[in-house]
Nanobody, 127 residues
C-alpha cells in the first residue's frame, strides 16, 4: 500500500492543524493505521494509532487529549487533528500501516512493527 501524508505547515503555539494520510494500492480496512513523528536529531516516536476493525484508538501520553486520530475506510484515509499545538510538537509527521493483528489487543507502537510508511509532512510550531 502507498501512503501520502499532507496538511502540515507553520503555525503558532495554540493553533490547530489537521493532517491527512491517503492510502492507495491495497485494502485499506486490512491495516491498522498510525501517526509517528520525528524531530531533528531525535528518534522517530509513536503519536497515535487507530485499529482497522473497531476504530479503537491509542495515544502517546504527550498528545493524549490534544490529537484525536480518526479514519474513514470509505475514503481510504486516516486523519490527525492537532489541537493546542506546542513548540515541542515540531517534527515531520509520518503515517504508517500495520497489517498484523494486535497481540492481545495491544497496538503496535514501535517503528519496526509497521510495514508501510508515507513520506511525511512537516509541522512547525512557533512559540
Amino acid at each position: 500500500v502507498q501512503l501520502q501524508a499532507s496538511g502540515g505547515g507553520l503555525v503558532q503555539a495554540g493553533d490547530s492543524l489537521r493532517l491527512s494520510c491517503a492510502a492507495s494500492g491495497g485494502t485499506f480496512s486490512d491495516y491498522h493505521m498510525a501517526w509517528f513523528r520525528q524531530a531533528p536529531g531525535k528518534e522517530r516516536e509513536f503519536v497515535a494509532t487507530v485499529s482497522r476493525e473497531s476504530g479503537r484508538t491509542y495515544y502517546a501520553d504527550s498528545v493524549k487529549g490534544r490529537f484525536p486520530i480518526s479514519r474513514d475506510n470509505t475514503r481510504n484515509a486516516v486523519y490527525l487533528q492537532m489541537n493546542s499545538l506546542k513548540s515541542e510538537d515540531t517534527a515531520v509527521y509520518l503515517c504508517a500501516a500495520d497489517i498484523h493483528p494486535w497481540v492481545a489487543g495491544i497496538p503496535s507502537k514501535t517503528v519496526k512493527k509497521y510495514d508501510y510508511w508515507g513520506q511525511g509532512t512537516q509541522v512547525t510550531v512557533s512559540s
